[in-house]
């Protein structure tokens, strides 16, 4: 089975800083998609970045970008230039091609201090 | 993308009744998909409906406890039976739309539910 594993329950970063959130994954599949989803405190599940496995290229949406290093099973995302509506909770999640079934981790708040 | 809503947005109910949540998109998907996200916990998949076939449990979720209906292709329930204080969680409701063309599959979520047990 799938797992997704975010091993930092709470990060802290100042206000137009730069901070990297770790995920790591386990599949044996060759053809998946990795996704990172925000929840603020408003509960609303936002999809910040999704990268396919079958793509070497990382994937950047403007201040945010992810460094998949397909080998190592990891998939991280770094927030640049911080900003205090960035504080949420952070979820990796995971889908395997063909699927729709989203595997999500444990979540990692972010706080964003001014 | 899709535009989804849930009713209610939060209830508070008395041990061993029951709560029928709704969930509403603005466009005809094939899958929708029942989360419960417990109390600083992650989210965990309940059922995939689909429209016109009985919907499918994930280990450790039954139908007699959380019975799905699916009458359309924009519309869902989710049930939470005898309800225990054990249920009190976020009920999330998600999709994914069709896209022309094929890829993309993003999965969409509803605002959620917060359901609390006395």
């Known amino acids: 089975a799938q797992t997704v594993t975010q091993s930092q329950p709470e990060m802290s970063v100042q206000e137009a800083e730069t901070v990297t959130l770790s995920c790591t994954y386990d599949?044996?599949?060759?053809?998946?998609?990795l996704f990172w989803y925000k929840q603020p405190p408003s509960r609303q599940m936002i999809l910040v970045i999704r990268?396919?496995?079958?793509?070497?290229q990382n994937a950047t949406e403007n201040r945010f970008s992810v460094n998949f290093q397909k080998a190592a099973k990891s998939f991280s995302l770094k927030i640049s230039d911080s900003q205090l509506g960035d504080a949420a909770m952070y979820f990796c999640a995971y889908r395997k091609g063909g699927s729709e079934k989203l595997v999500f981790g444990k979540g990692m708040k972010l706080t964003v201090n001014p | 993308s899709a535009v989804i809503s849930q009713k209610p947005s939060r209830d508070i109910c008395q041990r061993g009744t029951s709560l029928t949540i709704q969930c509403q998109v603005d466009?005809?998907?094939?899958?929708m998909f029942w989360y419960r996200q417990q109390p600083g916990q992650s989210l965990t998949l309940i059922a995939t409906?689909?429209?016109?076939?009985?919907?499918?449990?994930e280990s450790g979720f039954v139908i007699d406890k959380f019975p799905i209906s699916r009458p359309n292709l924009t519309f869902s329930t989710l049930t939470v039976s005898n309800m225990s204080p054990e249920d009190s969680s976020i009920y999330l409701c998600s999709v994914t739309p069709r896209l022309a063309g094929g890829g993309g599959n993003e999965q969409f979520f509803g605002p959620g539910t917060r359901l609390t047990v006395l």
């Open positions: 409906a689909n429209q016109g076939s009985e919907a499918t449990y």
């Open positions: 466009s005809q998907v094939t899958m």
């Open positions: 990268q396919e496995a079958y793509k070497q």
């Open positions: 599949t044996s599949e060759s053809d998946y998609y």
